[in-house]
């Protein structure tokens, strides 16, 4: 076998940050902060990369190396999927789009809700998903916080193909009736 440093050699554990097209600066600058690198480090996460989206808020760069999380960031790709699928954990904003793509990919999710956005319908669809324990919810100042308390392997699956609970849902956020 040798001693060819295999065992230090940890695997990439990516966390992929998704703010879609819309402008969430507060959720960039969070996953930037030393407290929210440092909880994503203890849980074993190696590279935190970004999409950032319209901000104006950019993400201090990092290789990694010893006892850091690399850090890289862009702003629109049009391979999202390709992310969310080589990611170990997704934190998103509350876009309906990003959760259920997310959610059929099987990853672990952390919503975070934009509270800029007057029309919260999203972050009540978030929660109704947090409450059935598929994803987790969190807040710009809340993040960090939720990182640590976190067990993904404690997250339920989303039931996928099946949209009827979805429509539902939807309709009664949308003040449908029922039937």
Do not use: W
């Not at 935190?48 to 901000?55: E, P, T, Y």
């Not at 009540?124 to 100042?141: D, G, I, M, T, V």
Request: net charge negative; with cysteine; glycine share 8%.
């Amino acid at each position: 076998m040798g001693d060819s440093g295999d065992s230090v050699k940890q695997e990439k554990k990516v966390v992929f940050v998704t703010v879609g097209t819309t402008l969430f600066d507060a959720l960039v600058r969070t996953v930037d902060t030393k407290e929210v690198k440092q909880e994503l480090l203890r849980k074993g996460y190696t590279d935190l990369v970004i999409q950032m989206g319209r901000g104006s808020y950019t993400p201090t760069k990092c290789d990694g190396g010893h006892g850091s999380l690399a850090v890289d960031y862009f702003t629109f790709s049009p391979s999202i999927a390709d992310h969310l699928r080589s990611a170990s954990l997704v934190i998103s904003h509350a876009g309906s789009g990003s959760v259920f793509e997310t959610l059929q990919l099987g990853k672990p999710l952390i919503v975070v809700v934009n509270e800029d956005l007057m029309d919260n319908h999203q972050s009540e669809l978030a929660e109704e998903l947090a409450e059935r324990k598929h994803l987790y919810c969190a807040h710009p100042q809340t993040l960090h916080q939720t990182i640590s308390d976190m067990n993904v392997e404690s997250l339920l699956p989303y039931p996928s193909g099946d949209a009827t609970p979805l429509a539902k849902l939807m309709n009664t956020f949308l003040g449908f009736p029922d039937d």
